[in-house]
């Protein structure tokens, strides 16, 4: 790509029956995001429509190409890749849908063989629904796993959640709490932590401090409640730092995301799943990303799910979408200066 020229970011608009459609029309509405990049909408026409009329609002209009072969020959900063899909006016709004979650399927393995061809540089998905996707047909857990699967090549862990300017991750995700002790280990907490420290890095973030939680109450207390801290994460940590990368801790879990509020710390490496996904909530529900690091192209979308209670009625909260939208943009174009 050449570095003189925006990025190339691919979006699709999520579960149709959710608010996918509304945020991202919301979001193209915004004349800002034509000057970081060049936006490749793929999607049935009929769900951008219908995502404007929901968000009652006027975007200009894309022009509209049928094959991707087209992609390189337009120069245009706004285009929309016709993939035929269900009738969203066959779908209700705010339900659970087998059609919906196929849908959904089928717009992401598209986009993922634009990523492998080259056409983009970046890769956006609105909100989508598990439970829609699985009764569509898809095989997978998490939409990670999806990922990992169709793009093989990859260096992906485990997601990155950012709230503003706070970045966390975890040692394990999607799994069941008592299995967590057997999962964590020193390699696996040292990988962790450099996979967040790069990923930081990437986005501009020179030497970012780090903090790592510890597993047990009050960081097991030197052992009294566990000695998982002396014996599984701090080897992991001083591995890390022998590197040069700037990581402390563990910090007792119920404490550390202070550091992160102060100020004292730009990223939390947690141990599982909640320790790190109650307190980013709680921080700012409506504003986190979900960041995919590790493939050839950044990958986004917002945190929040596809809230069918208020899908259809124009109200839906746009910020996690433009945050994941220009997060996006700037790893891109870091990127095509990296040598």
Known sequence: MNTDRKPRIGIIL?????????????????????????????????????????????????????????????????????????????????????????????????????????????????????????????????????????????????????????????????????????????????????FLHRAMVSYGKQNPRIGVAALNPHGGEHGLFGDEEQTKIEPGILKAQKEGITVSGPYPADTIFLKLRDGVLDGILSMYHDQGQIATKLLGFNRGVTYHAGFSVPITTPAHGTAFDIAGKGIADPGATRHAFFILCRIAQNRTHQP
């Open 14 to 194: 999520g579960d149709v029956a959710g608010i996918g459609p509304e945020l991202v029309a919301k979001l193209l509405s915004d004349e800002s995001v034509f000057d970081k990049a060049n936006i490749l909408l793929v999607t049935d026409q009929r769900h951008w429509e219908a995502g404007v009329r929901i968000a009652r609002t006027t975007p200009r209009v894309p022009t509209k190409i049928t094959q991707w072969e087209e992609i390189p020959k337009r120069e245009e900063d706004f285009l929309l890749l016709h993939l035929p899909g269900v009738d969203p006016e066959t779908v209700p709004l705010g339900k659970v849908d087998s059609r919906a979650g196929k849908y959904v399927l089928e717009s992401i393995l598209f986009t993922l063989e634009l990523i492998k061809k080259g056409l983009i540089h970046g890769f956006l998905f609105a909100p989508l629904n598990k439970e829609s996707m699985h009764k569509g047909g898809s095989p997978f857990g998490s939409e990670l796993d999806l990922l990992k699967h169709h793009l093989p090549n990859n260096e992906a862990l485990e997601e990155i959640n950012i709230l503003d300017e706070y970045w966390t991750m975890r040692v394990t995700s999607h799994v069941a709490f008592r299995e967590v002790p057997s999962l964590i280990n020193p390699e696996g907490v040292y990988r962790a932590i450099r």
